[in-house]
């Protein structure tokens, strides 16, 4: 088979997207000392850790930090194997290795039932999968931050790392005093045995390419950092403007970039007048761009400042030429609507016989649900600075896939991947959005006009709302039987919507470029996979081509298919006439983890206890990204508008690294979801999407936002998600407190007072 055909093969047989580097054990994945290039003077032990002359600790550093602090919960790992304060780790910027992959994201890739593979019933079928997966993923050579599988994927591989290190300074301690390595205490970074005493700069060199025996991480009871509350160390430079984000970068002789692209999505430039444009004092040239990673033709002004450069390309007089087909977001939801009818969509999942239940069923309840399209929204427009001189290309970005950022330079400039060096700032925000490199191709267009001198490229908020790569439209049809007693005896589930995973690597895996399509999992996540006993189950997708550009949008298929699934749970209660905690009670007894999770969340809202006029309470659950999230919404109306009082959220994330940020992402993801599910709509007529910036694309604001507590579960479990597990529970949440205020059921978003 040719390597293509394949590859190709692989995924579809797993319904896998492919993002990291292969599944490897975590002894293995310590990797060599040689990848880590000597930094002021520090040694390196294996291609995670280093050691100054200082005793201060180097931690090569694979993943962007975009907010939800994962560069101090990495650092909190290794500061506790090697008994250091977490002041004296520091990051610095990985090399290209396999060791950097993300395994966790490769396996939150495959499609299988908790409940069932818990019973073993898929565990081979998992189990080839990964397999499959991880040689794709060693060919393909991509690695990622996303999936909330950052600290799941690293808690391993850094803890190993860290021991390993540790183990080869006191060894190397032990061999220059000749005294056993059991007889070494280490405390703060400080080897000490009798009357000896050294910190670990003083044995860098003489532990360098030692081979540790057996060696383990701390136990738990061990620990004395991990699980602590511990305040982020990116805040500091946050605060005080010294934090490097994308739109900080500046160097010498450096050059500005404003974009204007076709405002019809796949549009293109039919005659462009810029005479007026380079006229204007301060603006330098206009350079054609090309639709990279998927993104639409149109051009760059470049300029002294931004605001020359934007001057400047708005002083452009350009005729747009529109794409063969024209989109329209209403007649696309007809056609999803359309597709529910067919029986075309593929099986994700099936249990007893949900059809011939459902037809035997006393009584039947059957609703169709509907989600918009959503932009992303980063508070960071994209962006991203290049320099090309003399065959080299250099690139300052905030993104997610450095290596991806890394092959489009390479792409664009005609050069040598070795020729290319990417730096990765901090993000403004991520969400699934810089996932994609379209604004890198752009940049490094742009900066190969411009003789060796360095350009930032930006877009405006217009330009980020209106060529985003959205999270798609889906719809849903979600039938349950029920018998004499009221008990529900089926749920057959049918959704239609485009598969995010193949049109993501057409345009992001350059050898991969062309049609793809294979089951995609992340259109039917949170459908497939839900904790309830049902006896009879079905859940089938259609997935479509709508020709809207598409993108992973913070926690994928879960944010809609949450507010599908665990609507219509109420609907069933209701249905049923039982309380809505208690009905998914009855369904949890094989699932006591999620159980708990709601109960807790429940217990601490106060779920049955009177409220004052005018409130309500909903409540919903989700397990996504290995953590199961439930969530109790406090609601009113108030003058024609939905207002949220309070969110109680209640989470088992696994083990917990760092307890303060895990509440952080709680509040970030439900003010997230909220202005989704209040707000959030992008609207597509003659293939211009209609919204444009905060005006018509509102988020939450401060005085809208709940009050928002967070409850975790203790739990030894290997740590889950934390960035996207809190965003599905709320849109259905707020729905269902919504239906007890007023009786009337909401089953398309954005929600309506």
Known sequence: ???????????????????????????????????????????????????????????????????????????????????VSLDKVRLVPAARDSIYGNVAMIQGTLPFHPLDSEEGQETTAVKVGEWIVGKVARELGIQATGGSSTIADLWGPLRWAAAAARASLVQAAAKAWQVSAGDIQVKQGVMQSGSHSAHYGEFNAQAAGTVPGQVQPKARADWRLIGQATQ?????????????????????????????????????????????????????????????????????????????ARQGAQAVKVEWQAPAQLLDSQNIQAQLTQALDTDKGFAFYEKGNARQAEAAALKRLSASYHAPYLAHATMEPMNCTARVQEGRVEVWAPTQVPEMVREMAAKVAKVPLEQVTVHVTLLGGGFGRRLEIDFVGQAVQVAMACNGQPVQLSWSREEDTQHDFYRPMHVAQLNAGMDAQGQVTSLRIQSAGDAISPRWMARAVPMLSGPIDMPDKTTAEGLFDLPYGFANQEMRHVATQSGVPVGFWRSVGHSHNAFFSESFMDELAHATQQDPLAFRMSLLQRAPRYAAVLQLAAREAGWGQALPAGRARGLALHESFGSIVAQVAEVSLTAGRIHVHRVVCAIDCGTVVNPETIKQQMESSIVFGLSAALYGKIDIVGSTVKQGNFTDYPMLTLHQAPVVETHIITSTRAPGGVGEPAVPPIAPAVSNALFMLNGQRQRSLPLKA
């Open 1 to 83: 088979m040719k390597r293509r055909t394949w590859l190709l093969s692989a995924l579809g047989a797993t319904g896998a997207l492919v993002v990291g580097w292969g599944l490897m054990p975590q002894r293995s994945r310590t990797g060599s000392a040689e990848l880590m290039l000597p930094i002021d003077g520090a040694v390196a032990l294996n291609g995670w850790i280093q050691i100054a002359k200082d005793g201060s600790v180097l931690l090569a550093m694979p993943r962007s930090e975009m907010g939800q602090g994962v560069h101090t919960s990495l650092a909190m790992l290794v500061a506790e194997e090697l008994d």
């Open 232 to 308: 982020r160390t990116d805040i500091p430079a946050k605060v005080t403007g010294q934090a490097m984000f994308g739109l900080d970068v500046r160097l010498p002789g450096q050059l500005f970039a404003a974009v204007r692209m076709c405002p019809m999505l796949g549009g293109s430039v039919a005659s462009i007048n810029d005479k007026d444009a380079l006229a204007l004092p301060g603006v330098s040239q206009r350079v054609s761009l090309d639709a990279w990673g998927g993104g639409t033709a149109g051009f760059a002004v470049v300029g002294q400042t931004t605001w020359h």
